[in-house]
C-alpha cells in the first residue's frame, strides 16, 4: 500500500468509526495505520455527524427543554481552561447567550458536548485493548504469538495470544466464546511457563459480555515470565481461583 493510500484508507476508517461501524479487525487496523503515520485520529468526522444533526434539530425549532437549558448553563458556568496544551477554551459568556436562546439551545448542547469530547481526547492518554494491542506488535522485537484451540464443549471459540517477554506484556484476541454470568462464573487465563515454575501462572480473569463475541482482553499475569510455553483458558467460580482443577478448560494455545 503506497503513502497516499495508506493515508485514505485511514480517513475512511476514521470516517467508518464516526459512523459507529468499524469491526474488531478495522478498529485495530486503524490503530495499526495510526501508530505507522504517527498521527491520532481526531474528531473532525464525528464534529461534521453532529453538526449535520444540530442542523436537523435546527430545523425543526423545537425549544430546549428548561430543565436541560439549565443544567446546560451550569455546566458553562464551572468551564475553565484545562492544563494540557493547544486546547482552546470557547468564551463562557458566549455560551450562556446561546443556551439562553430557545432556537439554538440544541446547538449549545451540541457544542458542549463536543467541547467535552475534545478535552477527553487530549486528557484521556489510556489507550483500548485494541490500540494497546497494536502498539505491542510494532514496539516488541521479541513477540510471540499462539492461537487457540477450543476444547470440548468449548469447541467454537478461537483466537490468538501475543506476548513480549521484554515488555511483560500481551494480550488475547477471543471470539466464540459463550457470555458468562460474573455472579456464577468467569474465566480465567494460566500461563505455563516452565523455567517459572512448575504450577502455572495466573494470567487474570476476565468475562465475556456477548455469546461468540470477539473482544481483546489484556493479560494481567500474576508473575514475571521468561519463556511461556502454552496458555490455558478455564471456566473458574466468581473472582476465579488460585490454583485450577482445570475441570472446563476452555481453549488452549501452545507451541
Partial sequence: MTSCETKMRFEELCAGRAMGDLSLEEDRELAILSEELGVTPDLAFELLATELEVELLQKSIEPLPAALAARLHQCADKMSAPTVHNVIVPNVPAWQKIIRNPVTGWAAAAAILIFAALNTQ?????????????????????????KFQGQGTFKDTSGQVVWSDSKQQGYMTLSGIPKNDPKKSQYQLWIVDPKRDEAPVDGGVFDIPSDGSSVVVPIAAKLALSNPQAFVITLEQPGGVVKSKQEQVVALAKN
Fill in 122 to 146: 487530549k486528557l484521556n492518554t489510556t489507550l483500548s485493548p485494541i490500540q494497546a494491542e497494536a502498539r505491542l506488535r510494532t514496539e516488541a522485537s521479541d513477540l510471540i504469538e499462539r
